[in-house]
T-cell receptor, first 114, second 113 residues
Framework: DTAVSQTPKYLVTQMGNDKSIKCEQNLGHDTMYWYKQDSKKFLKIMFSYNNKELIINETVPNRFSPKSPDKAHLNLHINSLELGDSAVYFC?????????????FGPGTRLTVL | AQSVTQPDIHITVSEGASLELRCNYSYGATPYLFWYVQSPGQGLQLLLKYFSGDTLVQGIKGFEAEFKRSQSSFNLRKPSVHWSDAAEYFCAVAPDSSYKLIFGSGTRLLVRP
């Protein structure tokens, strides 16, 4: 019955590697997001997709590439991982037309780059 | 540019005491306002939201918040704090023409037994 799910929950990897984080929502929402939470707990939006179309790209390095195969999925692929990419990444979804952009968040993926 | 300020990095209250967490926003019009809670190692859970109408909104877990347009504030309150309320609290703004949420820096609530 999980509304927004992410896999994996934890990801530990070496610098320079490429990794992906997957997100799925079963709420029937049109819009999905990726947020990054840094070590000081600050949350900042990275990307947003509406009906599989990219609508927000907040000056994120192009090593980060979101991919939305369908409305229910938004995956995040990261190339050439750097130490500064260590953070918790949250996926979220919303249905803006009916809920004033109330967003539902996944449990987060803690990425550690060594 | 829109911004959200939570002036208190952390607050400590005794169990059973009342609580108020402050949130101020900077935005030309009335935005959509939210409070989220993040328990340790967990995701974010929506506590309450304000879109329009009654400026005092009720949320889950006994929380409420009051929107004050004149002060550009949306402070979160709870009359009696429980130990399980210890968590990080985030105020957020959604400018009405945007899909994104702009978060404050969070306030960590510690509860003394």
């Amino acid at each position: 019955d999980t509304a927004v799910s992410q896999t994996p929950k934890y990801l530990v990897t070496q610098m320079g590697n490429d990794k992906s984080i997957k997100c799925e929502q079963n709420l029937g929402h049109d819009t999905m997001y990726w947020y990054k939470q840094d070590s000081k707990k600050f949350l900042k939006i990275m990307f947003s997709y509406n009906n599989k179309e990219l609508i927000i790209n907040e000056t994120v390095p192009n090593r980060f590439s979101p991919k939305s195969p369908d409305k229910a999925h938004l995956n995040l692929h990261i190339n050439s991982l750097e130490l500064g990419d260590s953070a918790v990444y949250f996926c979220a979804s919303s249905h803006p037309r009916s809920s004033y952009n109330e967003q539902f968040f996944g449990p987060g993926t803690r990425l550690t780059v060594l | 540019a829109q911004s959200v300020t939570q002036p208190d990095i952390h607050i400590t209250v005794s169990e059973g005491a009342s609580l108020e967490l402050r949130c101020n926003y900077s935005y030309g019009a009335t935005p959509y306002l939210f409070w989220y809670v993040q328990s340790p190692g967990q995701g974010l859970q929506l506590l309450l939201k304000y879109f329009s109408g009654d400026t005092l909104v009720q949320g889950i877990k006994g929380f409420e918040a009051e929107f004050k347009r004149s002060q550009s504030s949306f402070n979160l309150r709870k009359p009696s704090v429980h130990w399980s309320d210890a968590a990080e609290y985030f105020c957020a703004v959604a400018p009405d023409s945007s899909y994104k949420l702009i978060f404050g820096s969070g306030t960590r609530l510690l509860v003394r037994p």
